[in-house]
Protein backbone atom coordinates (compact mmCIF):
# COMPACT_ATOMS: atom_id res chain seq x y z
CA UNK A 1 0.00 0.00 0.00
CA UNK A 2 0.97 3.46 -0.88
CA UNK A 3 1.84 5.82 1.75
CA UNK A 4 0.06 8.41 0.10
CA UNK A 5 -2.87 6.57 0.86
CA UNK A 6 -2.02 5.73 4.43
CA UNK A 7 -1.92 9.19 5.04
CA UNK A 8 -4.99 9.99 3.32
CA UNK A 9 -6.50 7.21 5.13
CA UNK A 10 -5.18 9.05 8.32
CA UNK A 11 -6.95 12.45 7.49
CA UNK A 12 -4.32 14.04 5.46
CA UNK A 13 -4.69 16.37 2.20
CA UNK A 14 -2.37 16.59 -0.79
CA UNK A 15 -0.31 19.28 0.40
CA UNK A 16 0.24 17.27 3.70
CA UNK A 17 1.16 14.40 1.92
CA UNK A 18 -1.96 12.07 1.54
CA UNK A 19 -4.25 12.71 -1.23
CA UNK A 20 -7.33 14.65 -2.46
CA UNK A 21 -10.87 13.82 -2.49
CA UNK A 22 -10.44 12.47 -6.36
CA UNK A 23 -7.41 10.46 -6.18
CA UNK A 24 -8.61 9.14 -2.82
CA UNK A 25 -11.71 7.80 -4.26
CA UNK A 26 -9.87 6.06 -7.29
CA UNK A 27 -6.87 4.26 -5.19
CA UNK A 28 -9.41 2.95 -2.68
CA UNK A 29 -11.70 1.76 -5.70
CA UNK A 30 -8.94 0.14 -7.48
CA UNK A 31 -7.83 -1.73 -4.07
CA UNK A 32 -11.44 -2.99 -3.63
CA UNK A 33 -13.64 -2.97 -6.82
CA UNK A 34 -16.13 -4.40 -4.86
CA UNK A 35 -16.51 -1.52 -3.09
CA UNK A 36 -16.30 0.71 -5.89
CA UNK A 37 -20.22 1.99 -5.71
CA UNK A 38 -19.99 2.99 -2.34
CA UNK A 39 -16.36 4.59 -2.73
CA UNK A 40 -17.90 6.99 -5.87
CA UNK A 41 -20.02 8.98 -4.08
CA UNK A 42 -18.38 9.03 -0.63
CA UNK A 43 -16.59 12.25 1.30
CA UNK A 44 -13.51 12.18 3.19
CA UNK A 45 -14.29 11.22 6.12
CA UNK A 46 -16.81 8.52 5.03
CA UNK A 47 -13.82 7.18 3.14
CA UNK A 48 -11.64 7.30 6.67
CA UNK A 49 -14.66 5.15 7.93
CA UNK A 50 -13.75 2.46 5.42
CA UNK A 51 -10.30 2.85 5.37
CA UNK A 52 -10.92 1.76 9.22
CA UNK A 53 -13.15 -1.13 7.90
CA UNK A 54 -11.09 -2.37 4.82
CA UNK A 55 -7.46 -1.79 5.30
CA UNK A 56 -6.97 -3.25 8.94
CA UNK A 57 -3.37 -2.85 8.69
CA UNK A 58 -3.25 0.73 8.38
CA UNK A 59 -1.91 2.63 11.01
CA UNK A 60 -4.44 4.75 12.44
CA UNK A 61 -3.22 7.90 13.92
CA UNK A 62 -3.90 8.29 17.55
CA UNK A 63 -4.62 11.28 19.50
CA UNK A 64 -1.92 12.78 21.64
CA UNK A 65 -3.44 14.21 25.14
CA UNK A 66 -1.42 16.01 27.35
CA UNK A 67 -1.88 15.56 30.99
CA UNK A 68 -3.07 18.93 32.81
CA UNK A 69 -0.51 20.90 34.61
CA UNK A 70 -0.69 21.00 37.98
CA UNK A 71 -1.95 24.08 40.01
CA UNK A 72 -1.31 25.24 43.31
CA UNK A 73 -4.41 25.92 45.67
CA UNK A 74 -2.11 27.75 47.76
CA UNK A 75 -2.34 31.08 48.45
CA UNK A 76 0.23 33.63 48.96
CA UNK A 77 0.45 35.14 52.27
CA UNK A 78 -0.66 39.28 51.96
CA UNK A 79 1.98 41.42 52.56
CA UNK A 80 1.37 43.36 55.88
CA UNK A 81 0.14 46.69 55.24
CA UNK A 82 2.16 49.94 56.48
CA UNK A 83 0.83 50.97 59.80
CA UNK A 84 1.67 54.66 58.71
CA UNK A 85 -0.44 54.75 56.03
CA UNK A 86 -2.93 52.56 56.52
CA UNK A 87 -5.28 51.80 59.40
CA UNK A 88 -7.90 49.06 60.46
CA UNK A 89 -11.66 49.93 60.41
CA UNK A 90 -14.13 47.11 60.80
CA UNK A 91 -11.52 44.11 60.83
CA UNK A 92 -10.51 45.43 57.49
CA UNK A 93 -7.18 46.99 56.23
CA UNK A 94 -8.19 50.32 54.26
CA UNK A 95 -4.83 52.03 52.85
CA UNK A 96 -6.00 55.32 51.09
CA UNK A 97 -3.69 56.58 48.69
CA UNK A 98 -1.13 59.42 49.14
CA UNK A 99 -2.15 62.39 47.49
CA UNK A 100 0.94 64.28 46.46
CA UNK A 101 1.14 67.92 47.23
CA UNK A 102 0.92 70.04 44.55
CA UNK A 103 4.17 72.92 44.05
CA UNK A 104 2.71 76.10 43.88
CA UNK A 105 5.09 78.57 42.26
CA UNK A 106 5.02 82.01 43.57
CA UNK A 107 4.15 84.77 41.10
CA UNK A 108 6.64 87.17 40.45
CA UNK A 109 5.22 90.40 41.14
CA UNK A 110 5.96 92.98 38.44
CA UNK A 111 7.00 96.71 40.03
CA UNK A 112 4.36 98.92 39.93
CA UNK A 113 4.49 101.80 37.39
CA UNK A 114 3.76 104.93 38.29
CA UNK A 115 0.88 106.39 36.07
CA UNK A 116 1.50 110.42 36.62
CA UNK A 117 1.52 112.65 34.20
CA UNK A 118 4.94 113.14 32.41
CA UNK A 119 4.66 116.97 31.23
CA UNK A 120 7.19 117.58 28.24
CA UNK A 121 9.14 121.33 28.07
CA UNK A 122 7.43 122.70 24.97
CA UNK A 123 9.49 123.92 21.73
CA UNK A 124 9.80 127.08 20.09
CA UNK A 125 10.20 125.78 16.78
CA UNK A 126 8.25 122.67 15.98
CA UNK A 127 8.99 120.67 12.89
CA UNK A 128 6.10 119.37 10.35
CA UNK A 129 6.08 117.47 6.98
CA UNK A 130 5.41 121.01 5.51
CA UNK A 131 8.58 122.70 7.22
CA UNK A 132 9.75 124.03 10.49
CA UNK A 133 6.85 126.03 12.14
CA UNK A 134 6.11 128.58 15.45
CA UNK A 135 4.71 126.46 18.24
CA UNK A 136 1.62 127.31 19.62
CA UNK A 137 2.43 126.21 23.20
CA UNK A 138 5.37 127.42 23.29
CA UNK A 139 4.00 131.39 22.18
CA UNK A 140 0.69 130.74 24.52
CA UNK A 141 3.29 130.31 27.54
CA UNK A 142 5.89 132.65 27.15
CA UNK A 143 3.64 135.72 26.21
CA UNK A 144 0.73 136.05 28.42
CA UNK A 145 -1.56 132.68 28.16
CA UNK A 146 -4.96 133.92 27.35
CA UNK A 147 -4.20 137.67 26.62
CA UNK A 148 -2.46 135.70 23.18
CA UNK A 149 -5.72 134.26 22.05
CA UNK A 150 -6.22 136.10 18.70
CA UNK A 151 -2.86 136.93 17.87
CA UNK A 152 -1.70 136.16 14.17
CA UNK A 153 1.63 135.31 13.11
CA UNK A 154 3.49 134.18 9.69
CA UNK A 155 4.18 130.81 11.69
CA UNK A 156 6.29 129.55 8.61
CA UNK A 157 8.00 132.59 7.30
CA UNK A 158 6.06 132.01 4.07
CA UNK A 159 3.67 135.13 4.02
CA UNK A 160 0.78 132.97 5.18
CA UNK A 161 -0.72 134.21 8.66
CA UNK A 162 -2.51 132.38 11.31
CA UNK A 163 -4.68 132.97 14.38
CA UNK A 164 -4.05 131.94 18.05
CA UNK A 165 -7.11 129.81 19.17
CA UNK A 166 -8.05 127.59 22.09
CA UNK A 167 -9.55 125.12 22.19
CA UNK A 168 -12.24 123.53 24.70
CA UNK A 169 -9.65 121.01 26.36
CA UNK A 170 -7.86 124.21 26.71
CA UNK A 171 -4.91 123.37 24.07
CA UNK A 172 -4.05 126.09 22.21
CA UNK A 173 -3.39 125.91 18.11
CA UNK A 174 -2.91 127.66 14.74
CA UNK A 175 -6.12 128.52 12.68
CA UNK A 176 -6.02 129.58 9.37
CA UNK A 177 -8.00 133.08 8.23
CA UNK A 178 -10.56 131.18 6.49
CA UNK A 179 -13.77 132.99 5.96
CA UNK A 180 -15.46 130.40 8.06
CA UNK A 181 -12.52 131.03 10.64
CA UNK A 182 -13.27 134.91 10.49
CA UNK A 183 -17.08 135.12 11.04
CA UNK A 184 -16.77 132.74 13.92
CA UNK A 185 -13.92 134.14 15.80
CA UNK A 186 -14.17 137.68 16.26
CA UNK A 187 -10.75 138.26 17.99
CA UNK A 188 -8.86 136.95 14.61
CA UNK A 189 -9.64 140.45 13.39
CA UNK A 190 -9.02 140.62 9.59
CA UNK A 191 -5.89 138.40 9.95
CA UNK A 192 -3.45 140.57 9.21
CA UNK A 193 0.04 141.29 11.39
CA UNK A 194 -0.26 141.13 14.94
CA UNK A 195 2.54 138.46 16.56
CA UNK A 196 4.31 139.58 19.70
CA UNK A 197 7.36 137.50 18.48
CA UNK A 198 9.31 139.86 16.16
CA UNK A 199 10.73 137.16 13.94
CA UNK A 200 7.51 135.95 12.76
CA UNK A 201 5.63 139.28 12.09
Known amino acids: MSE ?4 ACNGKTKGNGGLNLPEFRSQLSKKYPSQSD ?5 KRKELQSLCKRLLKDVPVKKRVTFAPKKVSLKRKAPKE ?22 V ?13 TIHYEPVRIK ?3 TGDRLSARWYYDNYGDDSTVGDRCNIRKDGEYKCLLKRDNGSPYWAGCTKGTLAKHSECGDCSSNCQYSDFM
Open 4 to 7: TLVN
Open 38 to 42: TIKNA
Open 81 to 102: PRVDVCRRIGGKWVCPMKKVPK
Open 104 to 116: KIPKIKKPAVSKR
Open 127 to 129: PTK
